[in-house]
């Protein structure tokens, strides 16, 4: 898959804050940790190898969704997944329940995505821009209104293949947040940008897939 350079957040430190949120969505969201994952966690952050292992067995499944949709490529979500995993066993033992495990690995999962984003020469800069729509945009909408026209009986291959297509920086927040069931708050500390600018990239990246929908569903009025 092949992208143009775009607005991505920088690599952020592996420390993020944020709680879990409840909102609903069309896509099924981690469940919250259960006292058997914690006391997991912590005999890891012992230096339990079979415990780090029963970690991995766990979230191994999210964090390469998360890099495959990323990237486009099996085997390089694959290697991104192994990588994700060594630097948890590199840095499990920093972890201090400031936010919920997931949110943590999944900072820690994007960071690595970002850097082998950086290494293909994508321009790597700020996700800072102002909250209005552009002009070709149209008004203005609320952000955290459900969008009628992203739901539905849509096609799943062709909605795939738009989110693939969406520019990297409108692909990380919209996988995050409509297909993980982040918050803003969290997606926000994740990649160290304001809650503002998180809402304002799902609004564009919403909008392009609109769009990329209408052409597939509508090839005759391709150019």
């Not at 970002?114 to 020469?121: A, E, I, N």
């Not at 203005?140 to 795939?160: K, Q, V, Y």
């Not at 982040?182 to 609004?203: P, R, T, V, W, Y």
Request: net charge neutral; charged share 20%; with cysteine.
């Amino acid at each position: 898959m092949s992208n143009p350079p775009t607005q991505v957040c920088n690599p952020v430190p592996s420390s993020p804050d944020g709680a879990r949120g409840n909102r609903p969505n069309s896509y099924t969201p981690a469940a919250p940790p259960d006292p058997g994952e914690v006391q997991i966690l912590a005999r890891a952050q012992a230096g339990d190898h079979h415990a780090f292992a029963q970690l991995y067995a766990l979230h191994k499944r999210r964090i390469y969704s998360l890099c495959l949709r990323m990237v486009g490529n099996i085997a390089e979500a694959e290697d991104l997944t192994q990588e994700a995993f060594l630097q948890l066993h590199r840095k499990i033992s920093t972890f201090r329940g400031d936010s919920a495990f997931s949110t943590w690995l999944h900072r820690l999962a994007i960071n690595v995505v970002l850097m082998q984003l950086r290494k293909k020469g994508l321009s790597l800069i700020s996700l800072d821009e102002a909250m209005e729509p552009a002009p070709e945009e149209g008004p203005g909408r609320s952000f955290g209104a459900p969008d009628l026209t992203l739901t539905g009986a849509i096609d799943r291959l062709a909605l795939e293949r738009a989110v693939a297509d969406l520019p990297a920086g409108y692909r990380l927040i919209f996988i995050l947040h409509d297909v993980e069931g982040f918050e803003h708050n969290e997606i926000a500390a994740m990649l160290d940008c304001s809650i503002g600018n998180s809402k304002s990239q799902l609004h564009k990246a919403r909008l392009k897939l609109r769009e990329a929908l209408r052409a597939i569903s509508q090839p005759e009025a391709r150019p």
